[in-house]
C-alpha cells in the first residue's frame, strides 16, 4: 500500500466515522431520556439501545480497527502487527489516549447481549452508555487533529 493509498484510505475513513459519530450521539441521546428503572421487556427500550449498542460497536470499530491503524501505517508504513500494537503505537504518537482502555472497549463490543440475563442486561448497556462518552471524547479529538 503506497502513502497515497493510506491518505485515500484516512480521508474515507474519516468521512465515514464522523456520519457514523453523529448516529452515535443521537442514541446516546434517546438513551438518556429513558427512567433509571425501566422495563428491559418494553420492546422500544430494547430496541433503543440495542441501536445504541450497535452504534458504539461501529464508531469504536472504525476509530481502532480502521482510522488508527491507517494512521500508524502513515507514520511508518512498514508497521505490523495484531490490533493491541496498532493501539499502543497509535498511542505513543498521540492519536489515543489509553490504548488499554480501547482494547476494553473492543472486549466491550465483542459481548453477546442476548445471552445475559435481565440484571446483566441492564448492567452492560450502563457500562456501554458510560465507555461511549470515552469513545466519543477520543473520536472527536482525533478527528479535529486531522
Given at each position: 500500500m503506497t502513502l497515497k493509498?493510506?491518505?485515500k484510505q484516512i480521508n474515507a475513513t474519516k468521512s465515514h466515522l464522523e456520519k457514523a459519530l453523529v448516529h452515535?450521539?443521537?442514541s446516546l441521546a434517546k438513551i438518556e431520556k429513558i427512567p433509571t428503572e425501566y422495563d428491559?421487556?418494553?420492546?422500544?427500550i430494547l430496541e433503543?439501545?440495542?441501536?445504541f449498542t450497535s452504534r458504539f460497536s461501529r464508531v469504536s470499530d472504525i476509530m481502532a480497527k480502521k482510522l488508527v491503524r491507517s494512521l500508524v501505517l502513515k507514520d511508518d508504513p512498514s508497521f505490523s502487527g495484531g490490533?493491541?500494537?496498532f493501539l499502543n503505537?497509535?498511542?505513543k504518537l498521540g492519536f489515543i489516549s489509553d490504548a488499554?482502555?480501547?482494547w476494553v472497549v473492543r472486549s466491550l463490543r465483542n459481548k453477546e447481549a442476548h445471552e445475559y440475563t435481565e440484571e446483566d442486561l441492564r448492567g452492560y448497556f450502563s457500562t456501554i452508555k458510560t465507555e461511549s462518552i470515552f469513545v466519543i471524547d477520543e473520536t472527536k479529538s482525533l478527528l479535529k487533529k486531522l
Amino acid at each position: 500500500m503506497t502513502l497515497k493509498d493510506i491518505e485515500k484510505q484516512i480521508n474515507a475513513t474519516k468521512s465515514h466515522l464522523e456520519k457514523a459519530l453523529v448516529h452515535l450521539e443521537y442514541s446516546l441521546a434517546k438513551i438518556e431520556k429513558i427512567p433509571t428503572e425501566y422495563d428491559i421487556e418494553d420492546f422500544e427500550i430494547l430496541e433503543t439501545f440495542e441501536s445504541f449498542t450497535s452504534r458504539f460497536s461501529r464508531v469504536s470499530d472504525i476509530m481502532a480497527k480502521k482510522l488508527v491503524r491507517s494512521l500508524v501505517l502513515k507514520d511508518d508504513p512498514s508497521f505490523s502487527g495484531g490490533l493491541m500494537d496498532f493501539l499502543n503505537q497509535g498511542e505513543k504518537l498521540g492519536f489515543i489516549s489509553d490504548a488499554n482502555h480501547w482494547w476494553v472497549v473492543r472486549s466491550l463490543r465483542n459481548k453477546e447481549a442476548h445471552e445475559y440475563t435481565e440484571e446483566d442486561l441492564r448492567g452492560y448497556f450502563s457500562t456501554i452508555k458510560t465507555e461511549s462518552i470515552f469513545v466519543i471524547d477520543e473520536t472527536k479529538s482525533l478527528l479535529k487533529k486531522l
